[in-house]
């Protein structure tokens, strides 16, 4: 087993990966909001994590857990376009500060100094 290998560290690289997506997604949204006929795409992952996470004993099967693309069928709406956009952005820097305590973590444990 690798250090930096953990299933915390697996699962955080994933979400951070799936955030990027949903941003270029929701960018993508209010570029063309109005372009007729189009429809709102919305990025679905967080359902299926919990899926596997409540029917699967085994943590490394989460990995596998893929983001979706799915139309929304609606047209977009740029108010709720842009409180997607601060969630995500919220969900960013949550991820993003669990993983830096994460590598404090190591980095205390090899060195025995906290920092």
Do not use: C, H, W
């Not at 953990?6 to 570029?31: C, E, F, G, M, P």
């Not at 857990?65 to 949550?94: F, H, R, Y």
Request: aromatic content about 4%.
């Amino acid at each position: 087993m690798k250090l930096m290998d953990s299933n915390v560290t697996n699962l955080l690289s994933k979400a951070l990966d799936v955030y990027s997506l949903r941003q270029k997604l929701t960018a993508a949204n209010i570029a063309n909001i109005d372009t007729p006929d189009f429809t709102a795409k919305q990025l679905s992952f967080e359902d299926q994590l919990q899926t596997a996470m409540s029917t699967d004993s085994n943590p490394a099967d989460l990995s596998k857990v893929e983001p979706k693309v799915v139309d929304s069928g609606e047209k977009p709406v740029i108010e709720n376009q842009l409180m997607d956009l601060a969630q995500n952005q919220i969900q960013v820097q949550l991820a993003a500060r669990v993983l830096r305590d994460n590598f404090n973590q190591m980095r205390t444990a090899i060195s025995g100094t906290p920092r």
